[in-house]
């Protein structure tokens, strides 16, 4: 019966998600001009997606070898399914988002609840798909194996299915974070700095390459990223459930995640009224949340009731959920409040080289309290319910992804919906409207960030868990040197990791300032919007620089948890379990650092232009731009990565550990 | 017997830093403005020294105290008698090298050889004092308690002794770096960016705070440091072998340590020597450092053969100077081969955000090879000789630093003596033969880092285990809550550390920018030189600004050990574990990116001022000049801050852990 509660949502889910695209689809595209514009971007970003699938999937096949010669030709098969499901996420969330932006932008030169209602219904379909395919892909996978292969464990089943969400999330994240940052870079270091010109200004070769970029990357690469925490929190939770608690808990878990998804369904329908009633967008978007939260926890409360220990496991989950609120509220305060102001007025006094330092600072200053909330949860899940309570207190922060994905995605589909306007030169309070549900977005994406750090290190944390005890280690001690040597090496990973993902940004992005200045150079007219830029080269040097750059960082995590096992035999086992602690800690506070120092650079640029310390065109605004660019890899590239990193490591080990040990004994 | 070598040793070491001082002060001062700008500096080093000392050792008081009522009287007596001969060691090392590097100037009036050799001795008063003080401390602290002290470990009491040395390490090395790079940053970003004045030109108001804060940061803070590092090595040294092996293991520790000290007097002779016969200075350098340790190595084997296990303990010992030469390589590698050169690059094509975003990736990928060096090491040491084997490991490292702090220290009497050269107006000619060896300085500065990272690690490390063993926990698990929660709070506390410091320069050098702006502002005929300059507030903004601001971050490393048992009992012991292995992991790869971006952003903008990427006042330059300010605090506060935070936070630990553990059980 529980079962059927969580794939009647994963269906209900997906049958929204197609009803609501139907209903973008039949919107208002606009004037000439804007069918072409968008056309271009759709046309860009596939082809770009298109490309990297080539490469990401030559991998894909080589991987599923491996597991098919290694582990079982079945979990092969349900590790296949992942990465497609990851991909489907992906390519379906970006097909419906791009074509929401020209919408959004036609509604926004009637009325902003009606952009706002297409803005927002784009980034519901996205965040029906993820947690629609996710829960259906997981419990697939679990069903078959239980009731087909019996020589098959389920927990393995789902863990494969799990690697290849994670595989292909890393690909897209690095891949797309790289095209988008580079695009992103060469367009305002070249276009705003030098040229003068405005944000997505026509005139700017590289601003179809930079429209692209927010679609695979922002859109694609955060669907394909929040598919991967979702199963991972599920996977995780069945996982340790399971095995310290027997069998039963497996259908506590769906069902949990069934109820949240049919929570979150409620809650993007009430965001929708209200965006109809032309309620003010703030409060549109707060309320479907709030709608999703409070049934949620209601009704995971009574559900409850039914279990043994049933309210443990409620008071696990709620832990978790107040936390990653808390860390959402932090992550606000750091990137929004007096922080803000402070990095700004360091632009003002001392140029860039204060700007980077006191964003720095802020970023590593905010990674404290996070880590302490984490630190504190851990214990309380612990108390609760053990081990599988950590996992819970994960799955809790996600439960409601639904919704607070929803709200995730709109934010770029507003950004692309104000950078459409801005190039069909619409009038200017159609770009004011868009700009009003843009910075809507980011306030609200501070605290989506929140639930996906917190919840990627529950996650993580609890995937190590299982890790220790698949390999039947019973504990794992830190002053064993095999340990202690895996812990000082997994730390350095993701820095290695991050370096790879930076300079990846930094020569592709030095290309596009290349080649952008040359076509301003050479180009006559152009800068007087008499000769047409030559686009494509731009979304060429994005696309060879992302798929060129993407595979190295990316097989840090395929390749690294078989190391151990190679070099040191059995000991591999306490060698690999300190690489997969090492990393964890340090992913955690670098993705956190990285985060947050590239988003109070952003915002204190944004609060310079609206008119402080001089404004727009002053020597604090030029230093303020060096900050947001180079918080742009940080945040955009680099650290949202590094949390599929370290998932991505641990459940390869979670698979392959009994295996090697053997192999290797 | 054997105790009777490192007692010589450390007499030997004192006795020759007296007379290498004496001939020093007989050396020519030069002309009278020379003298009056030297005698400038050294009042204002003094005057800020005895500020810092005044907070300083009321902290020490307290702590003092603390001890005396918990663990015991005497135990606090070694606390204090670590923190005087810590005082003393900066202090008299400070003292004699600015005397020293007035007479360099003077002596490059002649010939570079007799520069070098005022200089290297003004070093190697430092390198003799810290290590003769090193040994005899912990010698009397040992003795002292096994004769007299029946009812004081005698492991108890070297521990308080390097707390005691530790603990003032840690401020000296905050505080300076504050007040250094406050006003390096300071006199920098006005002077040389905005004036347009060369480096150290008198009409800098800034320039005599820049100026001391060279000899209280870099000489003073990094002598303290470094006895510091070395007392540290020898406790964890002590304290493993006696624990694991017994009683007569710390006679052999001592020993070694003796030998490594007679070995390095001989090395300085050597080089001393070599400059005398006008040698090239490299070589001259080179030579010294290549004597000491092919000595020390020899004498170590053949004094091995007489201990069961000696050749064991040999193994390890010349398994971490290896492992220590390799890390030196690859440091010197990142901060002067290619990697300069493409930050230098990234300068030229996409000015300051990307010179930013290269030097923050060549230092990320830096830590890498380390840490995987650090991780061999261990299993190798621990292979031959258990963890004891980890503790020689990094004192091996640390055997010859008699002579390699000489060559450290070194570097920032050559820096100074330009600065001295420049303020008095003499021949370019002067200041040329300065800059030689002043770079000569810079490149086996790396290499010494490469030894202080490596040597922190492991007495970290070992320390760690310590903790472990006196605990009486076998081992430490690191599923437990407990651990966890301690590893995820650990991890973030350098980085929290590392932002109070980076706040600290960043605000206090926005201060300097503005008073240095102020007064070429308000003294009319200033920047024409017809007008002296206000040195005192700028030195009392340094001032101010480092004793404001040294005490918090020194505070984290004081009461993050106290705060697990607090709150959670007994228990705090796992969570206190977890926060010391968290504190390494991160802390080391920490200062190593720190150290290594800082470097590569340094050396970038020299390299650009040598005439690359067109050379000086060009773009790049401007953008190399913003990386190099960023790198400042990085690479000269917080980064060098970070091996002491961890290792005080250790000794603390294991000072305080058995009485914790009983009273809040």
């Known amino acids: 019966m529980e079962l059927l509660i969580s794939s009647i949502s994963g269906v209900v889910a997906l049958v929204s998600a197609i009803i609501i695209s139907i209903s973008i689809l039949k919107k208002d595209q606009g004037n000439e001009r804007m069918k072409k514009i968008a056309k271009a971007i759709q046309d860009g970003a596939l082809a770009f997606l298109l490309e990297e699938y080539k490469t990401m999937y030559l991998w894909v096949a080589v991987f599923a070898l491996i597991i098919a010669l290694s582990i079982s030709p079945y979990a092969s098969l349900f590790f296949v399914i992942g990465t497609v499901f990851s991909t489907l996420s992906g390519f379906f969330g970006m097909t419906v988002a791009t074509r929401s932006s020209v919408r959004t932008t036609q509604a926004a030169t009637k009325t902003t609840g009606e952009a706002l209602f297409i803005a927002f219904s ?43 969400a994670s595989f292909v999330a890393l690909f897209a994240r690095v891949g797309g974070g790289i095209y988008t940052k580079a695009a992103d870079v060469g367009a305002d270091l070249v276009g705003k700095v030098e040229a003068g010109i ?58 949990i995640v069934g109820f949240g998804i049919l929570s979150s369904i409620i809650g993007i329908i009430s965001s929708l009224i209200a965006s109809k009633m032309n309620v003010a967008p703030q409060k549109a978007l707060n309320f479907g949340s709030i709608v999703a939260n409070i049934l949620a926890m209601v009704v995971f409360f009574v559900f409850s009731l039914k279990y043994q220990n049933g309210l443990n496991y409620f008071a696990a989950i709620v832990s978790g959920l107040i936390v990653g609120l808390l860390i959402g509220f932090i992550t606000q305060y750091y990137t929004s409040e007096k922080p803000v102001k402070e990095v700004a007025k360091s632009a003002s006094v001392g140029g860039a080289a204060t700007t980077i330092l006191s964003g720095m600072a802020v970023g590593m200053e905010s990674s404290f309290l996070p ?62 409207k868009t700009d009003v549900l843009d910075a809507l977005g980011n306030t609200t994406a501070a605290m989506g960030k929140g639930f996906a750090i917190g919840s990627a290190a529950l996650t993580a944390l609890a995937l190590f868990s299982s890790y220790i005890q698949t390999m039947k280690m019973g504990s794992l001690d830190i002053i064993s040197p095999y340990t202690i040597s895996g812990m000082f090496i997994g730390t350095s990973l993701p820095f290695l990791f991050s370096a790879l993902a930076i300079v990846a940004v930094s020569r592709t992005a030095g290309n ?21 830029p030559d686009y494509k080269t731009c979304v060429a040097i994005s696309t060879k620089g992302a798929l060129r750059n993407m595979v190295l960082p990316s097989l840090i995590a395929i390749v690294s948890p078989f190391v151990g096992f190679i070099v040191l035999g059995a000991m591999g086992k306490d060698f690999t379990g300190g690489l997969l602690a090492g990393a964890l800690l340090s992913g955690v506070i670098l993705a956190i650092y990285m985060a947050n120092a590239g988003a109070v650079w952003d915002n204190a640029k944004k609060y310079i232009e609206q008119g402080n310390y001089g404004g727009k065109g002053s020597e604090a605004h030029r230093a303020s731009v060096v900050g947001d660019t180079v918080g742009d890899p940080l945040k955009d590239t680099a650290g949202p990565s590094i949390n599929i ?12 550990g009994p295996y090697l040990v053997k192999f290797f004994k």
């Not at 700017?204 to 669907?223: E, L, Q, R, T």
């Not at 990223?225 to 979702?230: A, P, R, T, V």
């Open 198 to 255: 405005p944000e997505d200004d026509p005139r700017n070769p590289a601003v179809i390459a930079d429209n692209v970029g927010d679609n695979v990357g922002d859109i694609a690469g955060m669907g394909a990223d929040l598919y991967e925490s979702y199963v991972g929190s599920i996977t995780a939770a069945i996982i340790l459930g399971v095995f310290v608690l027997g069998e039963s808990t497996s259908s506590f878990v769906y069902t």
């Open 122 to 164: 784009g980034g519901s379909v996205m965040g029906l798909i993820v947690v629609g395919l996710g829960v259906i892909g997981s419990l697939l996978s679990y069903l078959i194996t239980v009731k087909f292969i019996p020589q098959l464990s389920p927990l393995v089943a789902i863990t494969a299915y799990s690697i290849g």
């Open 512 to 532: 596009m300032v290349e080649e952008v200045r040359r076509q301003f150079r050479e180009i006559s007219g152009l800068i007087l919007g008499k000769a047409d």
């Open 645 to 656: 990193l370290i998932k991505l490591m641990t459940t390869i080990s979670l698979l392959f």
């Open 371 to 432: 880590l302490l909330l984490i630190a504190i949860v851990i214990i309380i899940a612990y108390k609760f319910s053990g081990l599988f309570g950590i996992a819970l207190a994960g799955l809790g922060m996600l439960s409601t992804l639904g919704v607070s994905l929803s709200v995730d995605a709109y934010g770029p589909i507003a950004d692309n919906a104000g950078g459409i306007a801005e190039m069909s030169n619409l009038p200017h309070t159609v770009r004011e």
